[in-house]
Structure formats: C-alpha cells, structure tokens
C-alpha cells in the first residue's frame, strides 16, 4: 500500500475462485485505510488475507477466509476479521470475559466502513445489530453482556449479546454524547490503551473524558442488567395558544431524549431533554433544524412535560429519536400524530 503496509493475498490457483480473489485486493486496501484513519494507524508491516479455515477467522496480521464463489461474502468477512486487529489484537480485551467489547466493537467498525467502501449508504448502517437485539430482549432469553462468554445458556443470547448488542453500545453510545465525540472517544481509546488490556471501564472513561458527561449509568445499564428502553409520546394536548406534550418512560434504563416536531406548514422544530445524571448536553444532531434544550429530566420520574409554543393545530406529529439510534424496543409509542 502506498505508505503503508504490505498486503499479502494467498488463495488456490482455481479459475472458480480468481474473480473474488482478485475483487478482494482493492477492498482490503480500502478497509485498511479506513480502519487506519477511524480508528488509529495499523501498526505493523503487513497483514495477509489467506484462503483456508473454516469460514472467517481473525488472527493477528492474517485471517483465514473459506470460500471463492461469492465476491460478496468474502469481501464481508475480510472487513470484519482485519477490524479485530484493532479490537482484540492491538486493543486486546480479554474476549471470553468482555465479548462485546472484542465482537462488538468489531461488528460497530466494520459496520461503518462496509457502509463507506462499498457504497451501501445506508441511513442506519447498524440496523441489523438493533435488530437482533430487539430480538433477543423480547425472547426473554436475554442474560447480561457482563455475563463470561461461557457461561451463556444459549448459543444465541451469547452471539446476540457479543456481536449486536456489543455493536449497539457504540452506535447508541453516539446518540447519547454525539457522533463526533464518538469517533473522537473511538481514536482516543486506541491512542490511550493500544498494546494493553482496556476494560469496560476504559471505554467508559474516555467517552466521559471526550464528551464531559458522566456515562457510568449507561456503561452499568446496558452491560450490567437485562433492563431494556422504552419511551412513549404519552399525551399532547391544546391549552390555547400554546401545546402540552407529555413524555413517558416506560422501560428501566434512562435515556436523553432527542424529540422532533414536524409543524402542518412542513416546518420542523427539535427539543432535547437531558438526562440529569449525565451532566452533560450534547451538540445538535440536527444543526439545520432548531433545537431547543429543555430542562434536564430526573430519571426516576416516569412523566416528563414540556410545553410547545404553538398551538395544537398546527402540530402534524411529535417523534422520539428519529436517528432510531436509541435501542427503544417499543417504537410504536415513539411517535404522535394528529389526527387526520
Ligand atoms: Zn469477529
């Protein structure tokens, strides 16, 4: 690679396999490059994408890729095993005892630069990691993320929980403190704890140390516990000039709320209620659209109120987190419309 390393392809000499084979090669440079600018500088001399094993395997500087007949699938699984030389091989987390933060991470990673290099441009390139885990919270099969990756009843709550509800962590981790502070958070991470052993508390000190809040609460909730989001536009109501929405959290885990007013003439207002243990406010997801940062909510109250300075008429609907960034398990609740 053009200042950098050396990469090493290695695959049977096979007419049915050459064409992935070779489609492999500017992806891998890609990957690296993107890997390299997100994350932190790979570190070594080289890395080899050798065909073999049984399926996808990360090794450190190499993985082992089966197959040749689908472009497709071997071009996915090289993403996903050259990220676990960042996270797992130069940040190496014990990943039986921190799975997610080994699979997860991975999975967050190769997620977003899948999205970059081969143009899927997906709004929500992590949408098949909330799915999952909408899934395995509503199987009640669910043990916490904390839980040894041995120790798992099932083989599905353990692959759940590592790769997708691992990934959430840092997709929803970017709702809460804001995207570029999770990038940021992801760069400072390697640059902090490369060669080491980071725990969750380290991810969790340096997204605090990056954005100012206090996130224990959330390193606690969504790792600790099997307790699960669930927010709901409960109520909006005329009082003359002006409209009362009332907002209800439903699920144990707390979270700040993005809220986006769409108006009936097409225009478009956002508040954001704070959660009050974070002790933080995050920058504007949405600079093109006002926002107004309404008074911090104490999470152990269930309602939440706040006041819109138009009058019901001209409201069309009221929406929680229209990112659908946070992991909220109901989001038939999340938005209000007026009726018709
Ligand atoms: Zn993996």
């Known amino acids: 690679m053009e200042n950098g390393p050396t990469l090493h392809f290695l695959y049977k000499n096979d007419p049915k396999f050459l064409d992935t084979w070779k489609a492999v090669q500017p992806m891998t440079e890609k990957a690296m490059n993107f890997f ?142 804001g995207q570029d502070k999770l990038m940021e958070t992801i760069r400072k991470y390697y640059e902090d704890f490369k060669f080491k052993h980071p725990v969750p508390n380290d991810i969790k000190r340096t997204a605090e140390k990056v954005s100012g809040m206090e996130l224990d609460w959330y390193l606690t909730d969504w790792t600790q516990t099997t307790n699960t989001i669930d927010y709901g536009v409960k109520s909006v109501g005329g009082e003359g000039e002006t409209t009362k929405v009332t907002m209800e959290r439903i699920g144990l885990v707390p979270m700040p709320l993005d809220i986006l007013v769409v108006y009936n003439d097409g225009s478009r207002e956002t508040f954001y209620a704070p959660l009050r243990m974070m002790r933080g406010e995050k920058d504007n997801p949405y600079p093109q659209i006002e926002r107004t940062v309404l008074p911090d909510w104490p999470w152990a109250y269930s309602n939440y109120d706040f006041i819109i300075n138009r009058p019901i008429s001209d409201i069309q609907a009221v929406v929680i987190d229209p990112s659908q960034l946070m992991a909220d398990i109901n989001a038939e609740n999340n938005v209000w419309q007026a009726e018709e």
């Open 36 to 177: 390299s600018r997100n994350i932190g500088e790979y570190p070594y001399d080289q890395y080899s994408v050798i065909q073999g094993g049984d399926g996808g395997m990360e090794y450190a500087m190499a993985t082992l890729i089966t197959g040749g007949d689908r472009p497709g699938s071997v071009i996915g699984t090289m993403i996903h095993e050259l990220a676990h030389s960042w996270f797992q091989h130069v940040l190496a987390t014990n990943e039986a005892k921190h799975e997610w933060m080994d699979e997860g991470f991975t999975s967050f990673i190769s997620a977003l630069c899948s999205n970059e290099i081969r143009e899927q441009n997906q709004e929500n390139p992590f949408e098949n990691s909330y799915k999952g885990y909408y899934n395995l919270a509503l199987s009640g099969k669910e043990q916490p993320m904390s839980t040894h990756a041995d120790r798992y009843d099932l083989n599905f709550a353990y692959g759940i929980s590592a790769y997708s509800k691992g990934a959430v962590f840092l997709a929803q981790l970017g709702y809460v403190i």
